[in-house]
């Protein structure tokens, strides 16, 4: 059965940092996609950030966050990272982190679209104060 538990949210000033943390278990799939969604109160979530698994790690980054945001991944450890700097009160929400069950092809990058991905954590609140 496969899990992903989400870490690093809490509270912080606009213009401070958090580093949030998936860690999957029971999921094995090292040429997957795994990716970090963010949904603002009484708005849709969006994909923030995807990561490929493989040995490249393709990232993808929406506009609003590049620059400010670096997703990453462990291997070893089967964890996936999201380091965000200079948040913004926009940025607060719940994120949670997906992966998926097939494998993307070499060169590719992990789409943003939420209906690919099969797998879902309960996700992790972020707030920040302006």
């Known amino acids: 059965q496969v899990q992903l538990v989400e870490s690093g949210g809490g509270s912080v000033q606009a213009g401070g940092s958090l580093k949030l943390s998936c860690a999957a278990s029971?999921?094995?799939?090292?040429?997957?996609?795994m990716g970090w969604l963010h949904q603002a109160p009484g708005k849709e979530r969006e994909a923030v950030a995807t990561?490929?698994?493989?040995?490249?790690?393709?990232?993808y980054y929406a506009d609003s966050v590049k620059g400010r945001f670096t997703i990453s991944q462990d291997r070893a450890k089967n964890t996936i990272y999201l380091a965000m700097n200079s948040l913004e009160p926009e940025d607060a929400g719940m994120y949670s982190c997906?992966?998926?069950?097939?494998?993307?092809?070499?060169?590719?990058?992990?789409?943003?679209?939420?209906?690919?991905?099969?797998?879902w954590g309960q996700g992790t609140q972020v707030t920040v104060s302006s």
């Open positions: 997906a992966a998926t069950s097939w494998a993307v092809g070499a060169g590719e990058y992990c789409a943003p679209r939420q209906d690919l991905y099969n797998y």
């Open positions: 029971g999921y094995r799939n090292n040429r997957g996609c």
């Open positions: 990561i490929t698994l493989t040995s490249a790690g393709l990232t």
